[in-house]
DNA sequence: TTGCGTGCAAAGGTTTTGCATGGCA
DNA sequence: TGCCATGCAAAACCTTTGCACGCAA
């Protein structure tokens, strides 16, 4: 479980992650994908590496995880210092697994105007909230 | 990925799975709950058997699989012949990994009155939504 | 020097797949 | 009889963990 508590040394590593992933900004990044390009470039960071530092990453709110589906992997997206509740929307589709990523927006009202606009008929929506609950707020 | 086409043939497996999950229906449950129960009953359905038929499930509407987190089991709940686009939405507690299954509203709503009602304090939300998209809808 | 960060490999957990067998229509 | 369903085991994948070593402060 990811538990909040930054980094607390400035490495070559984290900064290459940043560098690359800026370049990904708004963009959906598997872990994979950052590790072939480590790879492509010479650098021999691990997966392992790669997991840490997003995940603290994660929990210092510059980054943020989406999973889609179970078995596959997570998706990572760089926000940099832009913190605050925003509001992000999948579409993943039950045929071919394609995900569009679509416009941060009302949800309300991108349910009613996506299908005209993109074409995708929406069946089921899910909807994760991310926070922390009231015992864990308690205990400190 | 879900490829829809129902059933063809009525079996006991099925017929007992869906007897099951009618005891727990609201409920979230993992496949390794599904086959703990059948395990502790006496009976040999193994894994695959209850993956394929959830997954056959899904595509015909009578169930809903919930990803909460990568690397962690997926939830299905049964949900019968009340086919429709409800709206499911689920608590995810950062610290501690408590998924809080909260009733079905409007998602704008809920939100503002989720920290009231439950101490649920939102940080991020993540909506996906489920569908066909435009090209797999054109592909007949 | 102290402790965090890293790389590698192994382990853990979830889901899918191959294949021979058994069951439904 | 002809598919489809099943069980079992292996494989495939994603992610986490252990450990020894290296590096930042």
Do not use: P, W
Request: glycine share 10%.
């Amino acid at each position: 479980m990811a538990v909040k508590g930054g980094m607390q040394y400035k490495t070559k590593n984290r900064d290459a992650l940043i560098a690359y992933l800026q370049t990904r900004e708004g963009e959906h990044v598997t872990v994979n994908e950052i590790h072939d390009h480590f790879r492509a470039v010479g650098s021999s960071m691990g997966v392992a590496t790669i997991y840490r530092n997003l995940e603290k990453m994660v929990a210092d709110g510059q980054m943020r995880k989406y999973v889609v589906d179970s078995g596959s992997a997570a998706c990572f997206e760089y926000i940099g210092a832009q913190h605050g509740h925003a509001r992000f929307i999948h579409c993943k589709c039950e045929k071919c697994g394609r995900i569009l990523h679509i416009d941060r927006g009302e949800i309300e009202e991108m349910a009613r105007l996506l299908e005209e606009r993109s074409g995708f008929r929406i069946d089921n929506v899910q909807t994760v909230l991310y926070g922390i609950c009231g015992e864990c707020r308690e205990q400190k």
